[in-house]
């Protein structure tokens, strides 16, 4: 009778707004009518006729959700579908799936009459791990963020500016990420350091969470005298924790490096091997934290080992826009004369996310 009940409230509620299909019970018993736009990291975000931002609520906190919107969905397991979705019960949520090549074919053909394939899966809802409405086509898809710092310190004329971005796509079955980030500091009586790297990340999704990766990287350094470090790994990985709360994985193959350098040593190019894992936590609040550690046992140069470590501390302020605090930091047991083994850098930067 409940389940009747909250079917019968849902439907009034598409009649009564005809331009919003989705609407959200929450646990405290509160109803928001609007459009779902997405779901990631715990968080919901819908957009309504009745406020100029867009309402953010925690996944956790939602008793009931029903739309019509198509979605992207993702499991704690790895099921990847198409469909939309609809509560069966406080616990329980339909999932009413398609085949995207048949939507494909009916657009070309301008039909909405034939059958689009698939089938209905009943989850918890707590499995639901991410949610992105389809209906804005490429869009709706991608993902961007810019940050920026700059200091100045009178003592020496000390002048450092650093900036932070990235670009990604989450497509059905793949998603592509490309991040740039580059410091210059100068200062009076001592050389400027410069530092920039870059990267290029494809996973293609097999079942169960694991994934391919292929990832080509770039890296200058004047610390240790890297004139150009190009890296491309070709590897396979798994989510081993991959919840609302946080996501857990690992990472392992080879990596092809080529180097060259500031100075007059000859250009290296080696073999390695290549373990690393990463690490998410964005249920603390208005704070999330990543983490990854990168290790490359050299297969060319015996006993050469190098290590990449990045860390970064985020704290959402205001919408979309947020503090990070980062450090960056490669370690080469070997390398080139004159240069040092570890290089590090902290940074402080304000951004802003899409």
């Given at each position: 009778m409940r389940r009747i009940l909250l079917m019968l409230l849902a439907f009034g509620f598409s009649i009564q707004v005809y331009s919003?299909?989705?609407?959200?019970?929450?646990?405290?018993?509160?109803?928001?009518i609007g459009e779902i736009k997405s779901m990631d990291k715990g968080v919901l975000?819908?957009?309504?006729?009745?406020?100029?931002?867009?309402?953010?609520?925690?996944?956790?906190?939602?008793?009931?959700?029903?739309?019509?919107?198509?979605?992207?969905?993702?499991?704690?397991?790895?099921?990847?579908?198409?469909?939309?979705?609809?509560s069966i019960d406080a616990e329980t949520i339909e999932i009413d799936t398609y085949d995207p090549e048949n939507i494909l074919r009916l657009r070309r053909k301008k039909s909405n009459t034939e059958d689009l394939g698939g089938g209905k899966a009943s989850v918890p809802i707590a499995d639901v791990v991410y949610l992105n409405a389809l209906d804005d086509g490429f869009w709706s898809r991608?993902?961007?963020?810019?940050?920026?710092g700059w200091s100045l310190t009178r003592a020496n004329n000390l002048r450092q500016f650093n900036v932070r971005s990235g670009l990604g796509y989450l497509a059905d079955r793949w998603k592509a990420n490309a991040t740039f980030n580059s410091l210059r500091s100068n200062q009076d009586e001592v050389d400027p350091v410069k530092r920039t790297d870059a990267d290029f990340t494809f996973n293609y999704f097999l079942p169960k969470d694991w994934f391919l990766l292929y990832n080509i990287t770039f890296l200058s350094n004047t610390e240790q005298l890297i004139k150009l470090r190009t890296g491309n790994k070709v590897g396979i990985g798994k989510y081993v924790v991959h919840t609302n709360r946080t996501y857990f994985g690992f990472q392992t193959g080879v990596n092809f490096n080529n180097e060259t350098y500031l100075d007059d040593t000859p250009s290296r190019k080696t073999g390695e091997a290549f373990i690393g894992s990463e690490l998410n936590l964005y249920d603390i609040g208005d704070l999330s934290l990543f983490s990854q550690v990168i290790a490359y046992p050299s297969f060319s140069e015996s006993g050469r080992f190098r290590t990449d470590f990045r860390l970064d501390v985020k704290y959402e302020f205001l919408d979309d826009f947020y503090v990070k605090l980062g450090t960056t930091m490669n370690y080469d047991n070997r390398p080139i004369e004159g240069a040092t083994q570890l290089d590090y850098i902290f940074q402080t930067t304000v951004g802003w996310s899409l």
């Open positions: 919003q299909t989705d609407s959200l019970i929450l646990k405290n018993k509160d109803v928001i975000t819908i957009e309504t006729d009745y406020s100029d931002s867009d309402f953010k609520i925690s996944w956790d906190g939602i008793s009931h959700i029903f739309s019509k919107t198509k979605y992207l969905i993702t499991l704690t397991n790895g099921k990847r579908y198409n469909g939309t979705i609809n991608l993902s961007a963020n810019i940050d920026l």
